[in-house]
C-alpha cells in the first residue's frame, strides 16, 4: 500500500494562492462589464424617454408634425426641480443632431444643466424632457461652451393632445416634457446649459468638442439605438 505524503502548510497556501488567481482572472471580466458605466447610463435613459414620448398620445403627434423641420433634439430623462420660496433645477442632457443630407442621427454630446430661481414655487418634480431644435442659430448654441436657454434662441413650451398643430409656432426650440411628480412654478426658460466635457471625454475615449463628436470624428458604437429609435419619433 501506497503511502501518501503529507502536504506541507507552504505548499498547500501555494495552492490557495494560485486557485484564488484563477477565480478572479475568470470573475474580473464579468465584474468589469457588469460595471455601471454612468454615461452608458444616460444613454440609455435617454433612449428610454424617446421610446416612451413615441408612445405618449399627448405628444407623439405634435412630435410627428416637427419632423420634417427637427435639425437636433435635446433630451434631458431627468430634470429634477424642486422649490420652497428659493428653487432650483438640475439635470443631465444629451444633443444629437440629424444630418440635412443623410437624414442620420449624430452620436450624442453630454451636457449639463442648473438654474435658480427666486419666487413663490413649492414642492418638487422630476421630469422627461424632449426639446425640438428647429433651426441652425437652436444648433449652434449647443456648440459653444455653455448658453441660457430661451436668451438668444426662443424657446416655447410645446402643444400636445390629439389634433395639435404647430403652425404659426417660430421660436428656435419647442420643449415637451412628460412630468413624473407635482409642481408649481419653475419653468425650463433661463436654465444654463454647459457641455460636459468629463463624460464626453469618458465616452468616447479623448477629450473632443460637441462639434467634432457631431461630425463624427468620435464614435462609439454602443449610443446608435438612440439614433435608431429618434428617427422612428419622427417617421
Not at 501555494?14 to 477565480?23: E, F, K, Q, R, T
Not at 464579468?30 to 424617446?50: G, R
Not at 444629451?94 to 442621427?105: A, F, H
Amino acid at each position: 500500500m501506497r503511502s501518501v505524503m503529507p502536504v506541507s502548510p507552504e505548499k498547500r497556501v501555494a495552492g490557495i494562492a494560485g486557485c484564488a488567481l484563477w477565480a478572479l482572472a475568470i470573475l474580473l471580466p464579468v465584474w468589469a462589464s457588469a460595471a455601471v458605466n454612468p454615461q452608458q447610463e444616460l444613454v440609455d435613459e435617454a433612449q428610454a424617454t424617446v421610446e416612451a414620448f413615441n408612445t405618449d398620445a399627448g405628444t407623439k403627434e405634435a412630435l410627428h408634425t416637427l419632423g420634417p423641420e427637427t435639425r437636433a433634439i435635446f433630451i434631458l430623462p431627468d430634470f429634477f426641480r424642486w422649490g420652497f420660496l428659493v428653487g432650483g433645477a438640475s439635470g443631465k442632457g444629451l444633443l444629437i443632431v440629424r444630418d440635412e443630407k443623410t437624414g442620420r442621427w449624430s452620436q450624442p454630446v453630454f451636457y449639463n444643466v442648473a438654474s435658480m430661481n427666486i419666487g413663490a414655487q413649492v414642492g418638487t418634480d422630476v421630469s422627461e424632457i424632449i426639446v425640438v431644435v428647429r433651426s441652425k442659430k437652436g444648433v449652434e448654441q449647443f456648440y459653444s461652451a455653455g448658453f441660457k436657454l430661451g436668451a438668444s434662441a426662443g424657446l416655447a413650451a410645446g402643444p400636445t393632445g390629439t389634433g395639435t398643430s404647430t403652425h404659426g409656432l417660430s421660436a428656435d426650440m419647442v420643449a415637451y416634457a412628460r412630468k413624473k411628480g407635482l409642481f408649481a412654478g419653475v419653468a425650463l426658460g433661463g436654465a444654463v446649459v454647459t457641455v460636459a466635457e468629463n463624460e464626453n471625454g469618458a465616452y468616447y475615449g479623448r477629450s473632443a468638442t460637441p462639434r467634432e463628436i457631431i461630425e463624427g470624428s468620435v464614435t462609439n458604437p454602443r449610443s446608435l439605438e438612440l439614433g435608431h429609435v429618434t428617427r422612428k419619433l419622427f417617421e
